[in-house]
């Protein structure tokens, strides 16, 4: 009977050990063949955007610039991403670093024209994202996969003509799935523009154009609770604290 056991309890640490092989092996192979997708010309922008997050929160404004503009330099070599969503996400968050030290610096450290000029700078980093989201959405948006792939073929291949056309596909597949994604996300990323502007605006101690921006912002995305915050304030009304799931769960993605 013990040896029974002990038969049974080695084939069940074989077969054990057999899955989680097995398991290991799909997995590598599944995010190998995502990561070969990747478009080549840009996976280098990709790479450096994962460090954005960590310098913002410790403040490296400096190298955020130099990040931006870095990655923005990879994306302009290429016609197809020159005015990408992308790209709006990048001058997007330069309006919000901009915003960041201007409004929330020591101000002993900083003089008021100095202030005023980044609150400058932002308002044109947040008025270039929200043109071109708006006219990435006007091509893009409601269109079908087809549709995407069709468009997107128009100025994709340009630079990839080293590539075999199998692996040319695979990158336009991934592309395509990409901009699929995004036009469940710009509505979303346009309204955070839009609030950013407001705050600009709220700056300049222009009432009534901040909250024609915070409208529109919530117009465009009615989660957004910075946007409906900040028109609260500017009609004396109460903030809304975040539920216990929008605390867990924050929509922090640009």
């Not at 030290?101 to 100095?114: G, P, R, W, Y």
Request: charged letters at 25%.
């Amino acid at each position: 009977m013990l040896l029974f056991k002990k038969k049974t309890t080695r084939a069940l640490v074989i077969i054990i050990s057999a899955l989680v092989v097995f398991t290991l092996l799909v997995a590598y192979f599944v995010y190998k063949n995502i990561n070969d997708s990747v478009d080549p010309r840009i996976v280098n922008a990709r790479t450096l955007y994962e460090g954005y997050n960590g310098l913002a929160q410790r403040n490296a404004f400096d190298s955020i610039y130099l990040l931006l503009d870095e990655i923005e330099m990879i994306y302009n070599c290429c016609d197809h991403y020159r005015n990408s969503f992308e790209v709006g996400v990048l001058y997007n968050n330069r309006a919000a670093t901009y915003l960041t030290i201007a409004l929330f610096s020591d101000s002993t450290l900083m003089s008021k024209n100095e202030k005023d000029s980044l609150v400058n700078l932002s308002e044109v980093a947040a008025r270039k994202s929200i043109q071109i989201y708006e006219d990435w959405l006007s091509i893009f948006r409601d269109k079908s996969p087809e549709e995407i792939r069709t468009i997107a073929a128009a100025d994709f291949y340009t630079g990839l003509e080293m590539y075999s056309p199998k692996q040319k596909a695979r990158f336009l597949k991934r592309r395509t799935k990409e901009i699929e994604t995004a036009q469940l996300e710009t509505l979303r990323r346009l309204s955070v523009s839009y609030t950013n502007l407001g705050m600009v605006y709220r700056h300049r101690l222009d009432y009534e154009s901040a909250a024609i921006c915070y409208k529109k912002a919530i117009f465009l995305w009615d989660k957004n609770l910075t946007a409906e915050n900040n028109l609260n304030i500017l009609f004396n009304k109460p903030v809304r604290e975040r539920n216990f799931i929008q605390k867990m769960f924050p929509s922090t993605r640009k």
